[in-house]
């Protein structure tokens, strides 16, 4: 094992050292046993050159979906805490970086403001927004920097064979790096002939560079039975509910076992999220939660789940009211720090269902109804009533026209999710022609 890793640690340093004008480094790190050797390995490689010329810069990032199993986020917390300080004290040229969905892309913002059903394997609507392209966009900003940019992944061609043949396929015919999916970016995979059982006996035996040992990492595998989710950068990336740490709504599997082995060993403090987390795969293909129509107007079939519409307003306000209970049930165990939902969401939900004609159901008479504290969205219904307002006041002429611009802007909202917006253009053409005939008004005089 010291001479794989010996070869490995020369490798990286002679990679490191290679390019006149140092294209960034980008480390997936998930906190996992793979991500946590590579990010390991890369600092004890860097330790042997001399400090005046790590003149490279090596960002790790780790993507936060905002529904990833709590225990875990604390334990990656602490873990990159330690990791930015003890990089500048060791003048290792790393820095430290989170990204996390945009608001209007966060799971519970589509699943009970939008009321899109829980993900499946058909519709796993989750995997762009919540990892792919918080990654990408980092990525994209440090290719616009530097021109290229190189990602270190801890992937292993022992792992599964669909990921070995995918790192053979975009395998450059010379060199250690491999062509990525976006322009200008390259992955480097220094692990990627290490085994499972080498991965464990090099954390069991070398300390960690940043400081302590991996005694916590080895229980939570021990006790979770499962492995981490590395980071997305693709679509080929399976789901990582089923055996490794993920996110704790994941209802593209049909069991959580990472879950399930954690409440097993002790931590049965989750078992409101497991729960909550069941009742959201027994019902998304229940009729009665479901819309009759489509937000779309796409064609509706009885027996065919993947055609209804959304979540009914009163199975989002269901849903929403479970979610805040297993949140004060954890909160009242572990603290007012174990947040589920976050204050910004719980207005974008609000808001959503304002547009969505939603009024029977408020978010802060359920949150105040479940929670000591008052959460006061007055001034957020206020603005939105204002914007109402003002458009109704525009179309005072044509009371049809705010009609329509609502029915635009939702359908533009609702392309937006999709992993393929095909057909906007001529679905928003569609509208405004129907709008046209039913007014019986012409398109200049629409313009006039």
Same mark, same amino acid.
């Given at each position: ?24 480094? %980008? ?44 225990? %875990? ?120 002939? %290490? ?32 492995? $981490?989710?590395?980071?997305? %950068? $693709? ?214």
């Amino acid at each position: 094992m010291s001479l794989i890793l010996s070869f490995i640690e020369s490798e990286i340093q002679d990679q490191y050292l290679y390019d006149d004008n140092p294209r960034p480094w %980008i480390i997936g790190f998930s906190g996992g046993k793979d991500s946590t050797m590579l990010l390991q390995v890369v600092w004890n490689a860097l330790l042997k050159i001399p400090a005046e010329i790590r003149n490279r810069p090596i960002y790790v990032i780790c993507n936060d979906t905002l529904v990833e199993n709590p225990k %875990i986020v604390s334990f990656i917390k602490r873990t990159l805490d330690v990791v930015q300080k003890a990089a500048a004290e060791q003048s290792i040229p790393i820095t430290v970086h989170r990204t996390t969905p945009r608001l209007e892309d966060t799971f519970w913002v589509n699943l009970l403001g939008r009321g899109y059903p829980a993900p499946n394997n058909t519709f796993r609507w989750c995997t762009e927004r919540l990892k792919i392209n918080p990654t990408t966009r980092f990525i994209q900003e440090k290719i616009s920097e530097k021109g290229e940019a190189i990602i270190l992944l801890g992937t292993r061609s022992e792992e599964s064979q669909s990921r070995a043949r995918s790192m053979k396929r975009h395998a450059m015919k010379t060199g250690r790096l491999r062509k990525h999916l976006l322009p200008n970016a390259f992955v480097y995979a220094p692990l990627q002939d %290490i085994t499972t059982n080498e991965v464990w006996q090099y954390l069991m035996k070398v300390d960690a560079p940043w400081g302590g040992k991996h005694k916590e990492l080895h229980t939570l595998y021990r006790n979770a039975n499962a492995g $981490d989710c590395p980071l997305v %950068i $693709d679509e080929t990336t399976p789901s990582c509910g089923q055996s490794r740490f993920g996110c704790w709504v994941c209802t593209v599997v049909s069991r959580d076992k990472s879950m399930e082995g954690l409440v097993l060993n002790g931590d049965d403090w989750m078992e409101p999220l497991m729960e909550f987390r069941d009742v959201l795969i027994d019902t998304r293909n229940d009729r009665s939660y479901r819309e009759m129509r489509r937000r779309t107007d796409s064609p509706f079939k009885e027996d065919d789940p993947t055609t209804w519409g959304p979540y009914t307003p009163d199975t989002r306000a269901k849903f929403l009211t479970m979610l805040l209970r297993a949140q004060r049930e954890i909160q009242l165990s572990q603290g007012e720090d174990m947040q589920l939902i976050s204050h910004q969401e719980l207005v974008a939900i609000q808001l959503t269902w304002y547009r969505d004609g939603i009024f029977n159901h408020k978010v802060a008479d359920i949150y105040n109804a479940i929670n000591e504290q008052q959460l006061d969205m007055s001034k957020h219904e206020e603005k939105f009533k204002r914007e109402e307002q003002l458009l109704r006041d525009v179309c005072a002429d044509n009371p049809d026209d705010f009609n329509l611009i609502q029915e635009l802007l939702t359908l533009q909202k609702n392309k937006s999710l999709l992993v393929k917006k095909r057909n906007l253009k001529d679905e928003l053409e569609r509208h405004i022609e129907l709008h046209l005939a039913k007014t019986k008004r012409t398109p200049e005089a629409v313009h006039a």
